[in-house]
């Protein structure tokens, strides 16, 4: 069995989400076998008393504020903490991370120098997936089929030109911080602001009108089809990790065609992307009754009730196998390869 670091925290908005991530992850791995060892990005290693404080509490219904984020980014210092020691040793590091540096390619770039090994994509990939405009242009480039977009460069006139209502998104998040709806100019500039706070990039896209799903993707094959059904009008922030606020159904009760279609494109977008190890691709269903790429995520979350292994178990992969491969695929990887 495998020495693992299992690497959790963030000075993120998403440093909850990771948290309760790690939470589930680690009783997995232990079961597995594996020796493991839990460092935040923050805190450094942590013994046993501070993993039951940290990794117990669920995710709040807001993500954390700019001061205290801005408080624990003071304190954190990935360069160090990478070459410093606190992952040296290990066999492998278990990434259980959400959100910008640690999902969006600079953590795995500083891994890849240290020659460690780590799950999930590489540098390269999480930049691609991350950042929403470069993966919307991969995804046209491909002929890869998603919602038409504008990215914020002041002119409401051509944002308009898309149609009401409208997504306002960061280019550069996670679990839809910063994410708003505007219906029509006057509710525009108040999500232009939101989301400007997040990422000085803006993606301004149609809302499709249709039904949403997600595909799970481990190694190069993709997983069961999901339906989500939030309670607002989009999956954002507070329906992700509220409970009660989005029922989700697995296997999503659709026509097979369908299901073979986003399972397809699932794939294909994986790739595109040049993503390994695993993935969740997000979908919704146009006018024309035809899926389209809403994004995909790197570092999904990994509680047993997250999309991702929601998705693996449609496809008789439990939450102890899905991590189990998720190691297995990273170690078989020359260390920074």
């Not at 959100?99 to 999930?120: K, M, N, S």
């Not at 051509?158 to 149609?163: Q, R, S």
């Not at 209502?165 to 994410?179: C, D, H, Q, R, T």
Request: aromatic share 6%; with cysteine; net charge negative.
């Amino acid at each position: 069995m495998a020495r693992i670091a299992l690497l959790t925290g963030g000075a993120s908005p998403e440093r909850d989400v990771a948290y309760a991530t790690a939470a589930q992850e680690l009783p997995a791995l232990r079961d597995l076998g594996h020796e493991l060892t839990v460092v935040d990005t923050v805190e450094g290693v942590l013994d046993g008393e501070r993993e039951r404080i940290l990794l117990a509490p669920g995710v709040a219904r807001q993500p954390p504020s700019f001061a205290e984020l801005a408080a624990l980014a003071a304190r954190e210092n990935l360069p160090a903490l990478v070459a410093g020691g606190s992952l040296s040793g290990y066999d492998l590091v278990f990434l259980a991370l959400h959100g910008g540096v640690y999902e969006g390619g600079p953590l795995q770039a500083l891994l890849d120098l240290a020659g460690l090994r780590y799950t999930g994509s590489g540098a390269l990939g999480s930049g691609l997936a991350m950042d929403k405009e470069v993966s919307k242009r991969l995804l046209r480039a491909d002929g890869l089929p998603t919602a038409k977009w504008r990215v914020w460069r002041g002119d409401r006139g051509e944002l308009a030109a898309l149609g009401w209502p409208l997504v306002v998104k960061p280019a550069n998040a996670g679990s839809s911080v910063g994410v708003t709806v505007a219906h029509g100019l006057e509710e525009l500039d108040a999500a232009l602001d939101a989301a400007l706070v997040v990422d000085r990039v803006v993606l301004v896209e149609e809302l499709l009108p249709g039904r949403e799903f997600t595909v799970g993707v481990l190694g190069e094959r993709a997983l069961g089809v999901g339906e989500i059904l939030p309670s607002h009008e989009i999956f954002d922030y507070e329906c992700k990790y509220t409970p009660g606020m989005t029922r989700e159904v697995f296997p999503a009760e659709i026509p097979e065609a369908l299901a073979a279609r986003l399972r397809e494109l699932a794939a294909a977008t994986h790739l595109s992307h040049r993503l390994r190890d695993f993935s969740r691709v997000d979908f919704k269903l146009g006018a024309d009754g035809e899926p389209y790429v809403l994004e995909v995520n790197t570092l999904p979350g990994m509680t047993r009730t997250s999309l991702l292994p929601q998705s693996a178990a449609v496809a008789g992969v439990g939450f102890g196998e899905l991590c189990r491969e998720i190691c297995e695929l990273a170690l078989r990887r020359e260390p920074g390869a």
